[in-house]
């Protein structure tokens, strides 16, 4: 049986980036557990605003989280409300270390692999017929330009 890539580590370096970026010889594993727990935190309680990925870089005593999302209005609410909420909540996890949080647009939600996917798991999760539900999605996609689209 032949061994397989997989397909983000393939293209890690060349087309995308890596989720974290730092290094620590002493303290790699606490922060490991760190930037997952913040990672799953974030997902849970903002669901509803599409949040693409969460790349989190480390300097120093500086965390800087850059949120990719579909809907940055959700997320940043009314004069910058939620973020500072958000803010207080992410210092739990992270002990006497500032964070910032980025917020970037993701322009075309409907080019994003992990939007549509999501997009895709929401309606079959409300009960839609899962063969609507997957020709709805690839065709959305396709009218907004990708190349190809594979569903399993």
Do not use: C
């Not at 890690?12 to 935190?41: C, M």
């Not at 903002?46 to 850059?66: M, P, Q, Y």
């Amino acid at each position: 049986m032949g061994q397989k890539v997989h397909p983000y580590g393939f293209r890690l370096g060349t087309l995308y980036g890596w989720q974290s970026n730092w290094i620590s010889e002493r303290r790699y594993a606490p922060q490991l557990h760190e930037d997952v727990k913040i990672r799953r935190f974030i997902k849970k309680k903002l669901f509803h605003a599409g949040i693409s990925k969460v790349v989190i870089d480390r300097t120093g005593e500086k965390v800087v989280v850059n949120i990719h999302t579909a809907r940055p209005g959700i997320l940043i609410g009314k004069r910058g409300a939620e973020v500072e909420a958000l803010r207080s909540e992410l210092a739990t996890f992270s002990d006497k270390k500032e964070i910032f949080i980025n917020i970037k647009e993701i322009r075309k939600a409907e080019l994003d692999a992990q939007l549509v996917a999501e997009n895709v798991a929401l309606q079959l999760e409300r009960r839609v017929a899962f063969r609507r539900a997957m020709k709805k999605a690839v065709t959305s996609t396709m009218k907004f330009g990708a190349a190809g689209m594979r569903i399993q």
